[in-house]
């Protein structure tokens, strides 16, 4: 006899096939649709096959949309296949799992999806007006629905803790400022229990309370040619 040769290896085809299995839809922002993957169902064996139905179903099938024409129980012939298609349109950030399951002849066949929401950096801040002792803040939410804000003295370093007062709305007014005071702030967007980056600075100075007359101040201490604020040269 000669040598054995090999191995080769090779899988025979599943009688009923779903592809792709299973399937990652990767990184979506909130509030947004993925682009719809097709799944394909097909008969590889030499008899029909009973499908009694389709479902989504696991801890997050509400994050996924099924789009599927065909109507249950539906008799798939040798040969045949039909197609469907999912999106991924997660609500709040995080890691999402569900399971497509079909079902024939009262056997389940499996195909996990997942996939990943991104909660939406803000962007484009703004501080559209003030007053002495509050300041209204404002961005782009890009699709984000929730925000913290972090607000300290200009040029603060930032400790990644939400400061404002209250549930924070866009726009957002910052109350308990000091009159003619230099702010920073920065923003975050808030996905259930996942967060964007924080987003900023931007800065902005408080108004300036009218000073009573009469008034006297000559500045003399004052490092030429520096004003301080809420005084200007003229």
Do not use: M
Request: aromatic share 12%; glycine share 8%; net charge negative.
């Amino acid at each position: 006899f000669s040598p054995w040769a090999g191995p080769l290896n090779f899988s025979t085809l599943e009688i009923l096939s779903i592809t792709p299995n299973p399937h990652n839809f990767g990184n979506q922002t909130t509030n947004t649709q993925s682009a719809p993957q097709v799944f394909t169902v097909k008969n590889n064996g030499p008899s029909p096959i009973l499908i009694d139905g389709l479902w989504l179903e696991g801890a997050n099938a509400d994050q996924f949309i099924k789009t599927d024409a065909t109507v249950y129980p539906y008799n798939l012939l040798s040969g045949a296949q039909y197609t469907l298609s999912v999106v991924f349109a997660p609500t709040s950030g995080g890691a999402k799992a569900a399971v497509l399951r079909l079902s024939e002849n009262e056997t389940d066949h499996n195909v996990p999806i997942s996939g990943t929401g991104v909660c939406p950096d803000p962007s484009d801040l703004t501080v559209p007006s003030v007053t002495t002792t509050s300041a209204t803040l404002g961005w782009t939410a890009n699709g984000g629905s929730a925000w913290e804000i972090e607000l300290g003295a200009f040029g603060f370093t930032p400790a990644g803790v939400n400061t404002a007062p209250g549930p924070v709305t866009n726009p957002y007014v910052y109350p308990g400022l000091t009159p003619g005071t230099a702010y920073s702030y920065y923003v975050r967007t808030v996905c259930g229990n996942n967060y964007s980056a924080w987003i900023g600075p931007y800065s902005f100075v408080t108004a300036c309370v009218p000073f009573d007359l009469t008034y006297t101040q000559n500045f003399d201490a004052l490092p030429s040619p520096n004003l301080p604020v809420c005084w200007s040269r003229y």
